[in-house]
């Protein structure tokens, strides 16, 4: 099974077992389909039932089932929390996760391996994805200078000639 982060606690809240969550995903409103979110710790995964979830400036404040005090949700303080790959809603078309494109190969239009994707930057303007190899660069998510993304083949082709590096 593949646990995909989709959060992480930020502090605990009140006295009655909350939780504050930083809720990953720029659409709110797909946090409340899960009914379940789990937690790893100590080569072991632990599944957390929220009773209560509510949104407030940009945080979302958890309850789960069982916890009724700051000193019981403790341990959860700093910690991501995942879902089950297949809980994820379905990416729209020429919509993907930050996890499916993390570690893909980038090539040039040459079809030359420039580096692998390091990591996904979300900015207003656009998100940016980040490249290493010989040297780091920054490539815009946008048509202009990314051709094609293929999962199958695990790539992203780029136009790396209109590229600042």
Do not use: C
Request: no cysteine; hydrophobic share 35%.
């Amino acid at each position: 099974m593949k646990w995909i982060p989709v959060g992480n606690v930020v502090s605990t809240h009140g006295l009655k077992g909350e939780v504050k969550f930083r809720y990953y995903n720029e659409v709110k409103e797909d946090f409340l389909r899960y009914a379940s979110l789990f937690v790893k710790e100590h080569n072991r995964v632990t599944e957390l039932k929220p009773t209560g979830k509510r949104l407030q400036k940009g945080f979302f404040y958890i309850k789960f089932e069982g916890f009724e005090s700051t000193d019981e949700v403790f341990f959860l303080l700093n910690k991501e929390l995942f879902v089950r790959e297949e809980d994820l809603p379905q990416p729209g078309k020429d919509e993907y996760y930050d996890y499916q494109l993390i570690g893909l190969d980038v090539l040039n239009q040459r079809d030359e391996k420039i580096g692998k994707v390091e990591a996904i930057l979300h900015t207003k303007a656009n998100n940016i994805i980040v490249v290493t190899g010989k040297e780091e660069i920054s490539v815009p998510m946008i048509e202009e200078y990314i051709t094609e993304i293929d999962l199958e083949s695990s790539s992203i082709k780029i136009r790396e000639d209109i590229l600042l590096v």
